[in-house]
Nanobody
Framework: QVQLVESGGGLVQPGGSLKLACGVDGRIFDINPVGWYRQAPGKQRELVAAITSGDITSYGDFVKGRFTISRGNARNMVYLQMNRLEPEDTAVYYC????????????????WGQGTQVTVSS
């Protein structure tokens, strides 16, 4: 039904880069914030990066300046540029948005993509 679709994951060597993209379903209105979470095996899902409607960004402590979240020129597109990747970054990365779907549910809720695998390995 209502979808967020991620792309750009893959296998990369330590020190390499990947750029993830997320397309947010156009039926979701008043999106605030939108961003990325990740979940590694045996660990809980954690915030990677988020951006508000006022363009305020937040990053997980592990990012340490390596990642940048941004919006694209196209409607409902969000990107995550990841540089200097480490094996510890290996996880499924999920696009996430808070918003609502008019005429379906007036409540704001969390919407999630199905995830894209990022593997950092030699």
């Amino acid at each position: 039904q209502v979808q967020l679709v991620e792309s750009g994951g893959g296998l990369v060597q330590p020190g390499g880069s990947l750029k993830l993209a997320c397309g947010v379903d156009g039926r979701i209105f008043d999106i605030n914030p939108v961003g990325w979470y990740r979940q590694a095996p045996g660990k809980q899902r954690e915030l990677v990066a988020a951006i508000t409607s006022g363009d305020i960004t937040s990053y997980g402590d592990f990012v340490k300046g390596r990642f940048t979240i941004s919006r694209g020129n196209a409607r409902n597109m969000v990107y995550l540029q990841m540089n200097r990747l480490e094996p510890e970054d290996t996880a499924v990365y999920y696009c996430h948005a808070v918003g609502h779907v008019p005429n379906s549910d007036l409540r704001f809720r969390d919407y999630w993509g199905q995830g894209t695998q990022v593997t950092v390995s030699s």
